[in-house]
């Protein structure tokens, strides 16, 4: 990361006859600009979020991003603001570096078209899980993300705290978790999704 090339808001950096640089600073819109080879190689998420948070930017963008890439990771990234594919032309930047000031994102429509089909798929996962609940462990799911423990569980549905550990055993084959944090994790992302 000691690559740290100035530049202002005519962005004259880019030119493809020469290596690219890994790493830029774009000093007067406040963004690091990394270069999608890096990525997972030279530079983490964590890496790049202590970097940004000492250099005091605001957001990221990836660069030289191929068209053939998989996309569905990149979101991931800290602060990501914005991706440019490979060879994307100066004039590309600015518009894109202009919408980012003003508080939009930018990535291109096959990445966001990803992105949505990815979310989508999940969301049809999710259901299709929680759909296979039956009522009782809708109702054992339910206190349990509420907070209660086996047996206060057990004493409020009037069964066996065994009984409640059978239940939690088939609720996490279902929806895919291995222990209670796991399962008051999913509930507090998926809980509206519960059929009751």
Same mark, same amino acid.
């Given at each position: ?5 100035? #530049?202002?808001?005519? #962005? *004259? ?15 007067? =819109? ?12 030279? %530079? *983490? ?33 800290? *602060? ?6 490979? =060879?994307?032309?100066? %004039? ?11 508080? !939009? ?5 096959? #990445? ?17 899980? %929680? ?39 088939? #609720? =996490?084959?279902?929806? !895919? ?20």
């Amino acid at each position: 990361m000691d690559v740290e090339i100035e #530049i202002n808001k005519k #962005i *004259n950096y880019l030119d493809h006859k020469k290596q690219s640089p890994l790493l830029y600073e774009a000093v007067d =819109y406040n963004l690091l600009l990394v270069n999608y080879k890096t990525l997972n190689v030279i %530079t *983490n998420h964590e890496l790049l979020s202590q970097f940004m948070q000492k250099n005091g930017q605001q957001g990221l963008i990836i660069f030289d991003v191929p068209k053939n890439a998989d996309f569905s990771d990149l979101k991931s990234w800290p *602060n990501l603001k914005g991706i440019f594919f490979e =060879y994307a032309d100066k %004039t590309l930047f600015e518009q894109g570096f202009k919408a980012i000031e003003q508080g !939009e994102l930018w990535f291109p429509r096959p #990445i966001t078209d990803c992105w949505t089909r990815q979310m989508l798929e999940e969301e049809q996962h999710t259901i299709l899980r %929680t759909n296979n609940l039956t009522r009782k462990e809708i109702k054992v799911l339910k206190l349990l993300y509420s907070g209660l423990e086996y047996t206060a569980i057990a004493d409020s549905l009037f069964i066996s705290e065994a009984t409640v550990r059978v239940h939690l055993h088939k #609720i =996490y084959q279902k929806i !895919e978790v291995k222990n209670k944090q796991q399962a008051r994790l999913w509930c507090k992302s998926n809980f509206n999704k519960i059929n009751s």
